[in-house]
């Protein structure tokens, strides 16, 4: 199995910005996922994006795969104080775990 | 919306006393999961069951720990005899399809075990 590493570690914006999270992984993989954990509480899967597709969207939420770079980014547009929170990328690969590397910790400031 | 439970929110023990971490999976899902997240620390792989047997552990899953699907609906993670480094937040986790293959995990909200 192998994690993403989510950068950058903290990020603070205002409310209505955008907010850019970067991923990248060590080998090939199946697809990508992106998590959202609110402090203390579960994991939330936001989108999975395949190893074939190079961008998805979903509401508010952009997601881009290089798989040349492997790397990959999550774009939360229109960014509000609710989405404050840690995000995960999590590399899969058939076969293997999941895992979850140190995130990146949101903070939309009101 | 289906979702995961799990039970108890909270639990404190003394050290050495035996645990059991109860979670009910979504009703369709096939494979459950077991990770941790000791404060300030990432979320760590545990345990994977499918089919009425581990299909995958890590490190951490070591002989203090066993898991359980003991009727159609709950999933249990034991803990035999804790120390003071269990003290963590346990999630279960559980999938459709092997975890990633095609479809996403959906967590629990966790159950945060105190060891005294």
């Known amino acids: 199995s192998q994690q993403g590493e989510e950068d950058p570690q903290a990020l603070s914006i205002q409310e209505g910005e955008n907010a850019t999270m970067n991923c990248s992984y060590k080998?090939?993989?199946?697809?990508l996922q992106w998590y959202r954990q609110n402090s203390g509480r579960g994991l939330v899967h936001l989108i999975l994006?395949?190893?074939?597709?190079r961008e998805k969207h979903s509401g508010r939420l952009r997601v881009t795969l290089d798989t040349s770079k492997k790397s990959s980014s999550l774009l939360i547009t229109a960014s509000r104080a609710a989405d404050t929170a840690s995000y995960f990328c999590?590399?899969?690969?058939?076969?293997?775990?999941?895992?979850f590397g140190e995130g990146t910790q949101l903070t939309v400031n009101p | 919306e289906p979702e995961v439970t799990q039970t108890p929110s909270h639990q404190v023990t003394q050290m050495g006393q035996e645990v059991i971490l109860r979670c009910v999976p979504i009703?369709?899902?096939?494979?459950f999961y077991w990770y941790r997240q000791i404060l300030g620390q990432k979320v760590e792989f545990l345990v994977s069951?499918?089919?009425?047997?581990?299909?995958?552990k890590s490190e951490i899953f070591d002989d203090q720990f066993s898991v359980e699907r003991p009727d159609g609906s709950n999933f249990t993670l034991k803990i035999r005899s804790t120390k003071l480094e269990d003290s963590a937040m346990y999630f279960c986790?559980?999938?459709?399809?092997?975890?990633?293959?095609?479809?996403?995990?959906?967590f629990g909200e966790g159950s945060r075990l105190t060891v005294l």
């Open positions: 009703s369709n899902h096939l494979y």
């Open positions: 069951f499918y089919n009425n047997e581990i299909s995958e």
């Open positions: 986790a559980s999938s459709v399809v092997s975890g990633g293959a095609t479809g996403e995990l959906f």
């Open positions: 999590a590399p899969y690969t058939s076969g293997s775990r999941l895992t």
């Open positions: 080998t090939s993989i199946n697809n």
């Open positions: 994006i395949r190893s074939n597709e």
